[in-house]
């Protein structure tokens, strides 16, 4: 593509809301045959509300909620601000014995599972179960019909453990993105395949991407393993162009041919893109292909 193209279509992005940073992006974006997507806050809206609270021990929900609110008051995630918001409300319906909330010491964030801290004299994690499971923390039964049982409603379900012990759950649901069905069946119209990549677990990702109409799914994948999928597709000689939100998407950002980061997401994201979808709509992804190949074509 001549300069001047490059130009006229990175104006005519930067007033749809497509940000395109240079020439390469706009280069590469007509020849895309596969995209990743990111699940949360990429095809779901992002804005996760807590929709159960279950207890597994003695404790009080008072006490539980005391525990976790403290456990979770430092995490950005979205999950924990969901939380953070349903716990607190929930804490002032209960007849309140004025005890102090708390922040938890030794607050650690582990990316793709949850996190630790104490609380008092009290080991606690809040997570999913792969987080129990590094720290040798029983699921039984009860639990794992809890978290079966909301996973299939694709629901993503936390486990909250204290001292060794799971002490209760919550669960989660975050919709997905209102045109992000249509943007999938278009793409597919287009000769592009989509691909869900997330950190959350298989269930929730399949019951999401069923209701998005993506195929192929993989879950549980932490940040190196996204990058890593975007390279064996690219190793079948595809261009591929990945579309995320998240700290945790930046590797794979970096890796695609075109990296798309959402608007709304973090600033890592955005500044590991190519192309920044300013309105946060799934639209878009379509939009900036669409640039590309009016550029290449030298329609402008
Ligand atoms: P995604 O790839 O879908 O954006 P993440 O990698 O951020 O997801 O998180 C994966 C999973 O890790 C979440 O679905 C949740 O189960 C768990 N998790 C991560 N951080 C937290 C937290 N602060 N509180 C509770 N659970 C968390
Ligand atoms: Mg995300």
């Not at 030794?106 to 801290?117: M, N, R």
């Not at 700290?247 to 980061?261: E, H, R, T, Y």
Request: one cysteine or more.
């Amino acid at each position: 593509a001549t300069p001047t193209a490059v130009m006229v279509a990175t104006g005519k992005g930067a007033s749809l809301g497509v940000l395109i940073k240079g020439g390469n992006a706009l280069e590469k974006a007509h020849k895309v045959k596969a995209i990743v997507f990111d699940k949360t806050g990429t095809l779901t809206v992002g804005k996760p509300e807590v929709v159960s609270v279950m207890l597994f021990s003695s404790m009080s929900m008072e006490e539980f909620c005391d525990v976790a609110i403290a456990a979770e008051a430092n995490s950005e995630h979205p999950i924990a601000k969901a939380f953070l918001e349903h716990a607190r409300k929930l804490r002032q319906k209960i007849e309140s014995n004025n005890q102090h909330l708390t922040e938890a010491r030794d607050f650690e964030v582990h990316p793709g599972t949850g996190v630790s801290g104490k609380v008092g004299d009290k080991m606690v994690l809040v997570g999913n179960k792969r987080l129990m499971q590094s720290y040798n923390v029983t699921v039984g039964p009860d639990i794992e019909s809890y978290i079966s049982e909301n996973e299939q409603l694709a629901r993503t379900c936390v486990l909250v453990a204290i001292d060794g012990e799971v002490a209760g759950a919550f669960a989660v649901t975050d919709p997905v993105k209102p045109e992000a069905q249509h943007v999938i069946s278009y793409l597919r119209s287009m000769g592009i395949s989509s691909i869900m990549v997330t950190g959350d677990n298989w269930a929730t990702a399949a019951a999401i991407a069923k209701e998005v109409g993506i195929e192929h799914v993989f879950a549980e994948t932490d940040p190196v393993g996204k990058a890593d999928r975007i390279k064996e597709f690219q190793m079948k000689g595809l261009t591929v162009a990945m579309v995320g939100d998240g700290i945790n998407d930046s590797p794979a950002l970096v890796a695609a041919d075109v990296g798309m980061a959402i608007g709304a997401g973090t600033d890592v994201a955005i500044e590991a893109a190519d192309v920044v979808l300013i309105k946060s709509n799934l639209e878009d992804v379509v939009t900036a292909i669409d640039l590309s190949r009016k550029t290449i074509a030298r329609i402008w």
